[in-house]
């Protein structure tokens, strides 16, 4: 299910709640016998994961090195959810960005004979053999966010949604600047080689079509670093000294971009960020610079891939859905944050 762009995690809860409470009024009107629904339901309760105490799986966690700021939030989200339940033990790896170690260090998950792993590759196209082998040997892989070149390689796969991202971030720069003539807009890219970069580029090229009178007058590719962003933010003021609207993919290489901002004195446009860092969140609820929204990217992905390990670990299916199995893949919403529902995601800020 989606929901609007606008609607808070509240409001999204009480949707939820609506529409299961309307499902089962609608059982409970299309059944003429209790028992069976009774039975039926407790059937269905037993096949699907929850919070209780079920059969011990052990899950390995294997992710790329936690050398940013999301992905360090990743690991910490990985492990915090996995506390949370009595039944899970988690055999994390330290993390590489070096692909033949990392592949190393998901071999060795294997030869441990764990029960299900959850790999965010360093590159995809790169580990998708490792995954292959871990399905091979019967251990079913949760492929988390960087997808492989095969479906074969994993049972699930869970990410965000990069051109979501700049959908959601296009659409928002283009409803602010709506009533004015010849918009201009910059953006300061990811890494331009990786896909996730030229998928949010796509995205957010498709939503500024929805607006005739928004213009995108310039560019740059910076590395997903505060060095970076705040060089490539420099060149970018310099090349243009009048916009209205800049599209930066990460809050990391905000942080640099910023500088370079206020370094140059700059106050004459709205910023809007990339991922859900805190400090961004923060900045947004001050509401003293720039920086005005983010486009999230939700490190909690690893929570979820944690749960979803466990209901594969213990044979069950996602509460909620009627499926007895869980999905084979699942997109995650890149909502827009602002000064309107920014308390409500502060605490998904990572740091």
Same mark, same amino acid.
């Given at each position: 299910?989606?929901?609007?762009?606008?609607?808070?995690?509240?409001?999204?809860?009480?949707?939820?709640?609506?529409?299961? *409470?309307?499902?089962? #009024?609608?059982?409970?009107?299309?059944?003429?016998?209790?028992?069976?629904?009774?039975?039926?339901n407790s059937e269905q309760a037993a096949n699907t994961a929850n919070d209780k105490p079920g059969k011990a799986v052990t899950?390995?966690?294997?992710?790329?090195?936690?050398?940013?700021?999301?992905?360090?939030?990743?690991?910490?989200?990985?492990?915090?959810?996995?506390?949370?339940?009595?039944?899970?033990?988690?055999?994390?790896?330290?993390?590489?960005?070096?692909?033949?170690?990392?592949?190393?260090?998901?071999?060795? !998950?294997?030869?441990?004979?764990?029960?299900? !792993?959850?790999? #965010?590759?360093?590159?995809?196209?790169? !580990?998708?053999?490792?995954?292959?082998?871990?399905?091979?040997?019967?251990?079913?892989?949760?492929?988390?966010?960087?997808?492989?070149?095969?479906?074969?390689?994993?049972?699930?796969?869970?990410?965000?949604?990069?051109?979501?991202?700049?959908?959601?971030?296009?659409?928002?720069?283009?409803?602010?600047?709506?009533?004015?003539? +010849? *918009?201009?807009?910059?953006?300061?890219? %990811?890494?331009?080689?990786?896909?996730?970069?030229?998928?949010?580029?796509?995205?957010?090229?498709?939503?500024?079509?929805?607006?005739?009178?928004?213009?995108?007058?310039?560019?740059?590719?910076?590395?997903?670093?505060?060095?970076?962003?705040?060089?490539?933010?420099?060149?970018?003021?310099?090349?243009?000294? @009048?916009? @209205?609207?800049?599209? +930066?993919?990460?809050?990391?290489?905000?942080?640099?971009?910023?500088?370079?901002?206020?370094? *140059?004195?700059?106050?004459?446009?709205?910023?809007?960020?990339?991922?859900?860092?805190?400090?961004?969140? @923060?900045?947004?609820?001050?509401?003293?610079?720039? #920086?005005?929204?983010?486009?999230?990217?939700?490190?909690?992905?690893? *929570?979820?891939?944690? @749960? #979803?390990?466990?209901? !594969?670990?213990?044979?069950?299916?996602?509460? %909620?859905?009627?499926?007895?199995?869980?999905?084979?893949?699942?997109?995650?919403?890149?909502?827009?944050?602002?000064?309107?529902?920014?308390?409500?995601?502060?605490?998904?800020?990572?740091?």
């Amino acid at each position: 299910m989606r929901f609007p762009q606008s609607s808070s995690p509240t409001s999204r809860r009480n949707l939820l709640l609506g529409t299961a *409470a309307a499902g089962a #009024l609608f059982a409970a009107g299309c059944t003429s016998n209790e028992n069976n629904d009774s039975d039926e339901n407790s059937e269905q309760a037993a096949n699907t994961a929850n919070d209780k105490p079920g059969k011990a799986v052990t899950i390995g966690f294997a992710g790329p090195q936690a050398d940013h700021g999301w992905l360090n939030a990743i690991n910490e989200q990985a492990k915090r959810r996995a506390k949370e339940y009595k039944d899970v033990t988690l055999e994390i790896t330290e993390g590489s960005n070096d692909t033949a170690q990392q592949i190393g260090q998901i071999e060795t !998950l294997i030869n441990k004979k764990v029960d299900v !792993l959850v790999i #965010l590759p360093a590159d995809g196209k790169a !580990l998708t053999q490792v995954g292959l082998k871990a399905m091979r040997a019967g251990i079913p892989v949760v492929n988390l966010d960087r997808v492989f070149a095969s479906p074969q390689a994993y049972r699930c796969w869970i990410g965000g949604d990069n051109y979501g991202m700049g959908l959601n971030a296009g659409n928002y720069i283009g409803e602010q600047l709506k009533g004015k003539k +010849n *918009a201009k807009v910059i953006e300061l890219a %990811g890494i331009d080689n990786l896909e996730l970069t030229r998928q949010r580029t796509a995205g957010f090229n498709d939503a500024l079509k929805n607006y005739p009178n928004v213009k995108k007058v310039g560019r740059q590719a910076a590395e997903f670093t505060v060095e970076s962003g705040q060089s490539k933010m420099a060149q970018l003021l310099q090349a243009h000294s @009048d916009f @209205d609207a800049l599209w +930066n993919h990460d809050d990391d290489q905000g942080v640099g971009a910023e500088r370079a901002i206020k370094q *140059a004195g700059r106050d004459d446009f709205l910023m809007v960020g990339g991922a859900g860092a805190k400090h961004a969140m @923060d900045a947004i609820k001050a509401d003293n610079t720039v #920086l005005k929204a983010t486009v999230l990217y939700p490190p909690t992905m690893a *929570a979820s891939a944690i @749960d #979803l390990a466990r209901a !594969l670990g213990q044979g069950k299916g996602v509460g %909620g859905l009627a499926e007895l199995e869980i999905p084979a893949s699942l997109t995650l919403y890149s909502a827009v944050v602002t000064k309107d529902n920014v308390d409500e995601y502060l605490p998904t800020g990572f740091s």
